[in-house]
Nanobody, 118 residues
Framework: QVQLVESGGGTVEAGGSLRLSCAASGYASSRRAMGWFRQAPGKEREGVAHIYIFSGYTVYVDSVKGRFTISQDNAKNTIWLQMNSLKPEDTAMYYC???????????WGQGTQVTVSS
């Protein structure tokens, strides 16, 4: 039993920053991998950033490397996505996810909208 709730989305100008939060409940062993996905209208959902909560190992899609940072709290019940130097192409619905690995997520949040204006 894992539940995920995202927050922190909004509208920002290009070059600006946002920080997304994901509050997690349920056994940590059921969500050893947690991450962020995004989906823009008419496009396929893509993984953005992932973290293995027990090791701290992170994975990023190339398009956000150097701009986005995924992190977690000490209790391993919250993850954040710090997004800097935002671009219009970052506009999407962002979803928090959790599971056994970043390739097999089982649990999903409801999403939070990020809009970057040009």
């Amino acid at each position: 039993q894992v539940q995920l709730v995202e927050s922190g989305g909004g509208t920002v100008e290009a070059g600006g920053s946002l920080r997304l939060s994901c509050a997690a409940s349920g056994y940590a062993s059921s969500r050893r991998a947690m991450g962020w996905f995004r989906q823009a209208p008419g496009k396929e959902r893509e993984g953005v950033a992932h973290i293995y909560i027990f090791s701290g190992y992170t994975v990023y899609v190339d398009s956000v490397k150097g701009r986005f940072t995924i992190s977690q709290d000490n209790a391993k019940n919250t993850i954040w996505l710090q997004m800097n130097s935002l671009k219009p192409e970052d506009t999407a619905m962002y979803y928090c996810a959790a599971g056994g690995s970043h390739l097999e997520y089982r649990y999903w949040g409801q999403g939070t909208q990020v809009t970057v204006s040009s």
